[in-house]
């Protein structure tokens, strides 16, 4: 709890301090986590006993005199006198009360409170609008939490009475409404929260009042439109302005004209599409600009002209295309400039060479377009100092071809402009009608930059070429590499790895509202491992896109940011990096599936576990009914959950007996009768989906999953069709396989496993008890010593095979 850090006023030390021992079983259980601060939950009798327990407390020792009290009522839906009487010479500083049930707060029901407690929470509960006349006594209250309540309005008299209140939150409420005089007797308030509430600009017009607010939080409310000078009324004192999750669509010239000591301004997460010229001429002092998870296409270089005090810009998930100097011009203090997942293709030669001493650079999930005019970019990676090795290992092309995958600041220009000299491009010219030709010549332009540096050696006799060499070039002085640079770096680039003949097969592919999901079967030994190095996506009439794969593994390439029509046709080319033992690459597998639609994620709710309530019929194809028989689960000490799972009633594709016309036909409807079927395999930890894959119904199904360590986990296996569960899951619970067979159960035995050892338990009794009666009936001696004509029973090898806890059950229909 927030109000927690300002009301440990005590004056004794924290080291000194000591939990009261309180625990009135069931009314009252009491714990603490921080000095001077006591968080009970218990009934409605919990006030009495826990103010008893503190006064005596406060009598007897000192050392453990409470601050801040936490309650957590069950079953009060009112706050009266009488309850507020109990905590009554407590000396409290601070009192949340939460219960979700409490509608109502009599007047005077902190009366006993008014002449010590400077916080109050009232969070979590069911209060129609603000306490005011509970409120009004409490001359001492510097900060009030009202959040998720189900408050609608501020009229002019909701906060009468606290003039000396600093902080108010007002957040996850449903107002709508606010009155002109709402904050008028707030005159010192310095901190609102109203996030969450259904507030639309109009309203905010009421905050003039507030004229001492430093931070302002409307984040995820109603508000759209353009953000304009009028938005937001003068608020000359405000540094933090949160407006996130809103759906403003623009920002206009000269924006939040009003709040010239901005410092922080939060836009994530709107639908802003354009930024105009000298939209923050007025904020000159702001340090951090969110613009993230926009609709933001390009920025003009007078947009961000006036921002010469900002330190951190973030822009990542937009439209982006490319990045120029000119936006950058003026923000001589940036140090944080975040780029990651727009369509980046392009970033001039000297777009960043003002900006050397960035600490935060994000580049990654871009399509970058690693050619001669990137040259001066993959330098400016290579000389920034201050970047992580992670934030320039982001920097990776996408095209050309040869150079995909590879990164950025490794490549020496030599490379960037290997084919660029034999390419002639047109560039269209503003003033002509016709494209105008323009032939780029490398060498030229390694000439002219050698005439260059010896011009500069002339002027300053610290830079001299080397006599021996005319054409040879310093890089640190004029940014060109060469051939001796590309030695230095020997890192394999794609070019490098020869073209391996493994086929790759795509056995499926979905998609849901955050990702596309690939799943890809490669035809190699089990003990290779593969790696995704980029994937690229084409759909009819469109231009292919190159998607991030982040190195996954075939059966489990993710691609986010791609959005999927359902009724087009989609293909996927991917490319897997084959890697030795060592873990470097050996070779490079390439493989493209056929034209497809992609089809959408089947839901799995956890909730369908439970038993319902009418039954539920299974699938039928043809005369059979289908469900899911058995599920048989491990978890290996790598990681890696397998499962296997047994369908009844999947019929043969054909009797023999058929003729070959015959067995066509049948296939025909085979296949038809088993459309839309899938295998809905979910992993469940704590009662919530971590894990799902969807698979198209076979008899027997053998799944593997990556990334399970820790547990424990449920494993849970059904069918669907069309989208909709039909059947009641499977569930069993995954044993942990350790490196020698060994078998130790991740949660314990649990439900069935337990019913399983105690079936066992009887049959080995069952068996011992015939055994003994057998050697008596043949009267046998019961032990013996092994004649060397009686050969031992051979005693099996151990092996790594895996072993299953295996469930097999019956569906009612």
Request: proline fraction near 6%; charged fraction near 20%; glycine fraction near 4%.
């Amino acid at each position: 709890m927030r109000l927690a850090c300002l009301v440990a006023l005590a004056s004794l030390v924290a080291a000194e301090w000591r939990c009261p021992a309180l625990s009135a079983r069931p009314a009252a259980e009491c714990s603490c986590d921080l000095p001077h601060t006591l968080r009970c939950a218990g009934d409605h009798t919990a006030l009495q006993i826990i103010g008893r327990h503190l006064r005596e407390q406060r009598a007897r020792k000192k050392n453990s005199a409470v601050s801040l009290l936490d309650l957590s009522l069950r079953g009060v839906s009112a706050l009266t006198a009488g309850a507020g009487g109990e905590l009554g010479g407590a000396a409290l500083h601070g009192l949340v009360i939460s219960s979700g049930d409490i509608r109502r707060v009599q007047a005077n029901a902190f009366n006993s409170l008014a002449a010590t407690v400077m916080a109050l929470g009232l969070p979590n509960n069911q209060l129609p609008s603000v306490p005011t006349e509970a409120l009004a006594r409490l001359y001492k209250l510097d900060r009030l939490d009202l959040s998720n309540n189900k408050i609608h309005t501020l009229d002019s008299n909701s906060f009468k009475g606290i003039q000396n209140l600093t902080f108010l939150d007002i957040s996850d409420n449903q107002i709508t409404d606010i009155s002109a005089d709402a904050f008028k007797p707030l005159l010192k308030l310095t901190v609102l929260r109203l996030r969450g509430n259904l507030l639309k600009v109009p309203a905010l017009a009421s905050l003039k009042a507030a004229q001492y607010l430093k931070d302002l939080d409307l984040s995820s409310n109603a508000l759209a439109g353009p953000l304009s000078q009028f938005t937001l009324p003068s608020l000359p004192h405000l540094e933090v302005l949160q407006l996130a999750d809103n759906t403003f669509a623009s920002i206009r010239r000269g924006a939040l004209a009003g709040l010239p000591n901005l410092t922080h301004l939060n836009l994530h997460n709107n639908q802003i599409d354009v930024l105009e010229d000298f939209s923050f001429r007025h904020l000159v002092n702001l340090t951090s600009l969110d613009l993230s998870h926009n609709e933001i296409v390009a920025v003009s270089g007078a947009s961000l002209a006036q921002l010469t005090n900002l330190v951190r810009l973030d822009l990542s998930h937009n439209f982006l295309r490319s990045l120029s100097a000119e936006p950058l011009k003026s923000l001589d203090r940036l140090t944080d400039l975040l780029l990651h997942d727009n369509d980046i293709s392009m970033i001039d030669d000297g777009a960043l060479s003002d900006h050397k001493d960035l600490t935060r650079f994000t580049i990654e999930d871009n399509p970058l377009n690693c050619d001669c005019l990137m040259a001066g970019f993959a330098r400016w990676l290579r000389e920034a100092k201050n970047l992580t090795q992670s934030d320039k290992a982001a920097a990776i092309c996408a095209t050309p071809p040869h150079l995909e995958g590879a990164l950025l600041s490794r490549l020496s220009k030599n490379k960037l402009c290997d084919d660029f000299e034999h390419m002639d491009t047109k560039i269209e010219h503003p003033l002509d009608k016709e494209p105008e030709s323009i032939n780029y010549d490398y060498n030229n332009i390694v000439n002219d930059k050698i005439d260059d540096v010896k011009d500069d050696a002339d002027d300053n006799p610290m830079v001299v070429p080397n006599a021996g060499d005319g054409n040879y070039v310093d890089d640190k002085i004029d940014g060109l590499d060469d051939d001796i640079y590309d030695e230095e770096l020997d890192i394999p680039t794609d070019e490098d790895l020869p073209i391996s003949k493994t086929k790759i097969v795509l056995q499926d592919a979905w998609y849901d509202s955050e990702e596309v999901h690939l799943s890809w079967a490669v035809d190699a030994l089990p003990s290779r491992r593969f790696r995704c190095t980029g994937v690229t996506v084409t759909k009819s009439g469109v231009i292919p896109k190159h998607v991030a794969c982040h190195r996954a593994t075939p059966a489990n390439v993710v691609l986010w940011g791609l959005k999927i029509d359902p009724v087009e046709l989609y293909t996927f080319c991917i490319a897997f990096e084959e890697m030795d033992i060592r873990d470097v690459p050996m070779a490079l597998v390439l493989g493209c599936s056929s034209p497809q639609t992609v089809r959408q994620r089947v839901t799995f709710a956890p909730e369908v576990v439970a038993m319902p309530t009418t039954p539920t019929l299974p699938i039928v194809v043809g005369d059979t009914a289908l469900r899911v028989s058995e599920v048989r689960s491990n978890v290996t000490t790598e990681g890696l959950l397998t499962v296997l799972i047994s369908v009844l009633g999947v019929p043969s594709p054909h009797p023999k007996f058929l003729s070959r016309s015959q067995r066509l036909s049948a296939d025909t409807r085979y296949m038809s009768s088993l459309n839309n079927c899938y295998v809905v395999l979910a992993v469940l930890s704590a009662g919530s989906l971590v894990a799902q894959k969807d698979t198209p119904c076979q008899a027997t199904l053998e799944i593997s999953m990556e990334g399970f360590v820790r547990g424990p986990y449920e494993v849970c296996a059904t069918l669907s069709k069309f989208k909709v569960e039909d059947m009641r899951p499977i569930c069993v619970v995954p044993q942990l396989m350790g490196p020698l067979g060994s078998l130790e159960m991740k949660a314990g035995f649990r439900n069935l496993n337990t019913a399983l050892v105690g079936v066992s338990l009887g049959l080995m009794v069952l068996v011992v008890g015939l055994v003994w009666f057998v050697r008596k009936m043949l009267k046998k001696p019961a032990q013996f010593e092994p004649h060397r004509c009686f050969r031992q029973e051979p005693v099996p090898e151990e092996t790594p095979r895996a072993s299953y806890v295996m469930l097999t059950a019956t569906s009612k229909v």
